[in-house]
């Protein structure tokens, strides 16, 4: 089965799912979204993602449709590609004549795009990834709330091109002093001396619903798990990194990229201990929550 797309009340195949160039998602990124997977054909953490999308569309004086709708189009494309899913909901301000002014918009516009589960590589999860330390920053306080989880998304754009050309698996941002704050498209963890650390929400992150779990999950199994602020010689010195996300879970990191190509070894250059407990400590949990 291929990519499905619930839109305009139904659910079609992708290949012929069309919004209108009005539309502000299109033309101002004027939307939010949430990212989810499956697991056994239930969208994970479902409420927990459209109580972060209401928030960001309070945030932005963005309506959404009843929470009820979203649901039922959820699943309803979920349904139609009959695998586990990667799962995206958006929602734009709708569309309207061209000008910034938010009255210019009719009513918003659900779009649900449903599509077979494809998760990285093994290898990578075996091995371990490079992270690399990019120029694009996170914004400075008073600008675009980091809580919201909006269409215009060029900061992380930048930034995994970066990461990219450096050889690197993930990019990882930094606030406008320095500390670190997350990647392009996941939360950073770091181990040391037994304790999971990871930056706070002060420094500008989006608070990951991955993240969330993760820490919970690893309180479970009798690891601490604090917000602290990291800087980036912090993981050189960390025992062990990982980074998280819905479809990721938890990846681990065996190297980062600061001044030299080459980059820093983390760690003894493998996946450490700490990482594969909260990893499977995760995956428990997210299998039935």
């Known amino acids: 089965m ?21 539309d502000r998602g299109f033309l101002y ?9 499956t697991f056994g054909g239930r969208p994970c953490f479902l409420d927990e993602h459209l109580e972060r999308l209401a928030g960001s569309a309070a945030r932005l004086q963005m309506a ?12 309803d494309a979920i349904g139609a590609v009959g695998v586990e899913c990667y799962v995206r909901i958006v929602v734009t301000r709708g569309s309207g004549p061209i000008g910034l002014d938010p009255s210019l918009a009719d009513e918003p516009r659900l779009v649900v795009l449903a599509q077979p589960l494809v998760l990285p590589d093994e290898a990578l999860y075996r091995d371990g990834v490079a992270l690399a330390i990019v120029g694009a920053r996170r914004n400075a306080p008073g600008t675009l709330d980091p809580q ?6 060029l900061n992380s754009v930048l930034a995994i ?12 941002m930094c606030d406008t002093v320095g500390r670190l704050a997350e990647g392009s498209s996941s939360n950073l963890f770091a181990v040391r001396a037994g304790r999971l650390a990871t930056p706070p929400l002060s420094v500008g992150l989006l608070e ?11 309180r479970r199994i009798g690891v601490s798990a604090d917000e602290v602020q990291l800087w980036p ?51 428990d949990a997210a299998r039935v929550g």
Do not use: C, Q
């Open 29 to 37: 990124g004027d939307s939010v979204y949430e990212v989810l997977r």
């Open 233 to 283: 010689l912090d993981l050189v010195h960390a025992d062990e990194v990982f980074i998280t996300s819905s479809v990721r879970g938890v990846m681990p990191v065996v190297r980062v990229v600061l001044d030299r190509p080459e980059g820093e070894t983390i760690g003894d250059g493998h996946p450490g201990p700490i990482t594969r407990r909260v990893a499977d400590a995760y995956l």
């Open 64 to 75: 959404l449709p009843e929470r009820a709708a979203i649901v039922r189009a959820t699943l």
């Open 148 to 153: 919201v989880k909006s269409g215009n998304y």
């Open 161 to 172: 091109s970066e990461a990219r050309r450096k050889g690197a698996y993930e990019a990882l």
């Open 208 to 218: 990951g619903i991955t993240r969330r779990h993760v820490m919970a999950a690893a």
């Open 2 to 22: 291929g990519a499905k797309v619930w839109i305009d009340g139904g659910v079609i195949d992708a290949a012929a799912a069309r919004v209108p160039v009005f």
